[in-house]
T-cell receptor, first 111, second 110 residues
Framework: GQQLNQSPQSMFIQEGEDVSMNCTSSSIFNTWLWYKQDPGEGPVLLIA?????ELTSNGRLTAQFGITRKDSFLNISASIPSDVGIYFCAGPGTGRRALTFGSGTRLQVQP | EADIYQTPRYLVIGTGKKITLECSQT?????MYWYQQDPGMELHLIHYSYGVNSTEKGDLSSESTVSRIRTEHFPLTLESARPSHTSQYLC?????????FGPGTRLTVT
């Protein structure tokens, strides 16, 4: 089945720093999604990408659909304490399933 | 904005009890999903449905069962809860590829 490798597994940064994380797939995707999950809550959709090379922003977040269609990147600029959480990438699942999820990047921000 | 609801948010029960976790969505989405997630870990698909009277098992084997009698409602049932069922259960529905999650039910079986 399809596999998503997400890195890094965790990050500990200072408030104000920029953050980058990425996700790679074993197969070509036509869609990439990025989610954030706060502790004890469900994941919330941040950005959806539908076209190779697409660069989309949502406030301080910017995501890119890699040109090879096998990877995607999420950047957070000027991090703040409320950015703390787990960030998941996702792409189309196999067969009739909706999505395959990466293993997540845990972000901690030191005020 | 998606509207998907789960109840209860937290549940602590004893071994052997039967429980039902509720999930409802008001968007009219045909596709709905249940995931199991341990704290800070990845999501594991345990059930999904493509519409009324359609249910299938996901990637992770689960002793739970689901039903889909109405489009908006996708409850999950454990006939006899065990401590190994302790986890967070997340419900989701899909518009295209964009999957929207409920807040989750944190289940603890003592």
């Amino acid at each position: 089945g399809q596999q998503l490798n997400q890195s890094p597994q965790s990050m500990f940064i200072q408030e104000g720093e920029d953050v980058s994380m990425n996700c790679t797939s074993s197969s070509i995707f036509n869609t990439w999604l990025w989610y954030k999950q706060d502790p004890g809550e469900g994941p919330v959709l941040l950005i959806a990408l539908y076209k190779a090379g697409e660069l989309t922003s949502n406030g301080r977040l910017t995501a890119q659909f890699g040109i090879t269609r096998k990877d995607s990147f999420l950047n957070i600029s000027a991090s703040i304490p409320s950015d703390v959480g787990i960030y998941f990438c996702a792409g189309p699942g196999t067969g009739r399933r909706a999505l395959t999820f990466g293993s997540g990047t845990r972000l901690q921000v030191q005020p | 904005e998606a509207d998907i609801y789960q109840t209860p948010r937290y549940l602590v029960i004893g071994t052997g009890k039967k429980i039902t976790l509720e999930c409802s969505q008001t968007m009219g989405h045909d596709k709905m999903y249940w995931y199991q997630q341990d704290p800070g870990m990845e999501l594991h698909l345990i059930h999904y449905s493509y519409g009324v009277n359609s249910t299938e098992k996901g990637d992770l084997s689960s002793e739970s069962t689901v039903s889909r009698i109405r489009t908006e409602h996708f409850p999950l049932t454990l006939e006899s809860a065990r401590p190994s069922h302790t986890s967070q259960y997340l419900c989701a529905s899909t518009q295209g590829y964009e999957q929207y999650f409920g807040p989750g039910t944190r289940l603890t079986v003592t």
